[in-house]
Nanobody, 128 residues
Framework: QVQLAESGGGLVQAGGSLRLSCAASGRTFSECTMAWFRQAPGKEREFVAA???????????FYADSVKGRFTISRDNAKNTVYLQMNRLKPEDTAVYYC??????????????????WGQGTQVTVSS
């Protein structure tokens, strides 16, 4: 069982930055694929970024086109934490952001069904 808890959301002006954190429980965090999804009002949950475990200490980062070059996903295995650094935020980034996890290398890292564990979400609001 993996439990996830997000933090770091808030209200920011367009062009600003926020860093989200997701603290995970469990002893196999280093062997988990971790991801961020978001859901805006009236829209489906969408993929934002993922760090896919590929064995040993190798991870590959993937990003949605809409955030590439602005967002960075990273992890600290010693702290069982994954981060999402969000720069140059836009009003269209406004959403509830969810952390997701699954053990192993998740092939379909960009789909919600690829993850068994989810946090409760943190609100990010970007004002224009």
């Amino acid at each position: 069982q993996v439990q996830l808890a997000e933090s770091g959301g808030g209200l920011v002006q367009a062009g600003g930055s926020l860093r989200l954190s997701c603290a995970a429980s469990g002893r196999t965090f280093s062997e988990c694929t971790m991801a961020w999804f978001r859901q805006a009002p009236g829209k489906e949950r969408e993929f934002v970024a993922a760090l896919r475990w590929s064995g040993g200490s190798t991870y590959y980062a993937f990003y949605a086109d809409s955030v590439k070059g602005r967002f960075t996903i990273s992890r600290d295995n010693a702290k069982n934490t994954v981060y999402l650094q969000m720069n140059r935020l836009k009003p269209e980034d406004t959403a509830v952001y969810y952390c997701a996890a699954n053990r192993g290398s998740v092939r379909e890292y960009y789909t919600a069904i690829g993850y068994d564990y989810w946090g409760q979400g943190t609100q990010v609001t970007v004002s224009s």
